[in-house]
């Protein structure tokens, strides 16, 4: 059967014209008019003053550290309940990652653990890279007052959660600066590509000189700085620019998804009240399966839909059985992030956790969450959820 993937791109018909324009004009280089408008579009979208939109996003957090003055030796907190590309840039510049665990309402960065960081570690600190997970934004209010208490900048990385808010402030206009992220599974995207948000037009002027290899107003190619080939190419702005046309109507679209699941899949909360399930508050029978509640005046774009199950109502089927499940059938799925204090790469790095990260790693499971999957598809997923539910139904009967 045709593979149902975790989150494939989404074209929505406009971005060709664009594409072609550049093509028609010879504007191929990486500057023109897609690359202007794009960034409009997104400073639009966002409420931030200024945008640079780049190769990537995780060259969006290494600009967004070298703008916070983060040097060899420093420290930068970062939430451990994230992609490595959260955290690696830290490693680009020679300095220390350090490890703050998630609390259970937004599973996001741990307000009280970060406070307890930065009062432990002092003037180390130089940076905090906050991330809003599978599109749920975290408690940037808390963070950001803890953190303008030690006067440590925040970078926020947004980069699953284009379409999320807070009270109806967008995500991507938190902190000192954000950090966007269009790659092939995002939810726009533009193949590859990122942006470094901010309303502090240095800053952004500063992120673009260093994107295009630092070079100095001269005749001739002179730089003094060290720069890097980070600038987004004006043919792939082009689809950037295509892709914020549908950007609503994708959000839309990953919130129908989240719905058809949690009306099919239990009815349950996560409680959010620390590593345990509670079914009393299901709003049906539940089965064992759990989803993440969107606080209120929090709105979560559901970029994926992740769900935590708990073999002790689900007959034993863990979610690595649903995962090898799905699979079978040409499903992909994937397990919730596993924490990077708990990665190979930084298993020596500080880290203040509180087991939260690795409960949500071990019952959880992203499932596929696309902005085009069909009725058919989501179908085909739940026949075989259902299908692998009624087999430890019968499998305990007959025990019984």
Request: with cysteine; net charge negative; hydrophobic share 35%.
């Amino acid at each position: 059967m045709e593979r149902i993937y975790l989150s494939s791109p989404h074209m929505g018909g406009q971005e060709v014209d664009y594409v072609n324009e550049a093509f028609e004009t010879n504007w191929i280089a990486p500057l023109g008019p897609n690359v202007n408008n794009f960034e409009g579009d997104l400073q639009k979208y966002t409420g931030r003053k200024h945008a640079a939109v780049l190769t990537s996003g995780t060259a969006a957090i290494h600009l967004g550290l070298i703008l916070s003055g983060v040097k060899p030796g420093d420290e930068v907190i970062c939430q451990s309940f994230t992609f490595a590309a959260s955290a690696n840039p830290i490693k680009y510049l020679g300095a220390k990652p350090v490890f703050v665990d998630s609390e259970p309402t937004t599973w996001n960065m741990d307000p009280a653990l970060l406070e307890q960081a930065l009062s432990e570690r002092g003037d180390k600190v130089k940076a905090i890279i906050v991330v809003h997970l599978y599109g749920m934004p975290a408690q940037m209010n808390k963070i950001l007052t803890i953190a303008e208490a030690y006067g440590i900048p925040v970078i926020e990385d947004s980069a699953e959660a284009l379409g999320s808010s807070i009270e109806s402030r967008k995500c991507g206009s938190f902190g000192i600066m954000s950090v966007l992220s269009f790659n092939g599974n995002k939810i726009i995207t533009t193949s590859g590509g990122g942006a470094l948000l901010s309303d502090d037009e240095a800053l952004v002027k500063k992120a673009r000189f260093l994107a295009t290899q630092a070079r100095d107003e001269a005749p001739h190619y002179q730089h003094s700085s060290v720069g890097y080939n980070y600038r987004m190419s004006n043919v792939v702005a082009g689809i950037g620019r295509g892709q914020m046309n549908a950007l609503d109507d994708r959000v839309e679209a990953r919130r129908k998804n989240h719905e058809f699941y949690f009306k099919n899949l239990g009815k349950t909360w996560y409680n959010g009240n620390g590593l345990d399930f509670d079914s009393a508050g299901s709003e049906g029978s539940p089965t064992g399966v759990y989803f993440l509640k969107e606080p209120d005046g929090f709105f979560s774009n559901r970029w994926l839909t992740a769900i935590l199950m708990n073999p002790e109502e689900t007959g034993g089927i863990t979610r690595e059985d649903l995962r090898l499940a799905l699979e079978s059938e040409n499903i992909e799925s994937r397990p919730l992030w596993k924490p990077m204090h708990m990665q190979p790469l930084y298993e020596e790095s500080d880290s203040y956790t509180n087991g939260v990260s690795e409960f949500l790693f071990k019952y959880g499971l992203c499932l596929p969450s696309g902005s085009n999957m069909t009725d058919d598809e989501r179908n085909r997923i739940m026949s075989v959820l259902n299908s692998l539910l009624k087999k430890r139904e019968l499998e305990s009967e007959r025990k019984a």
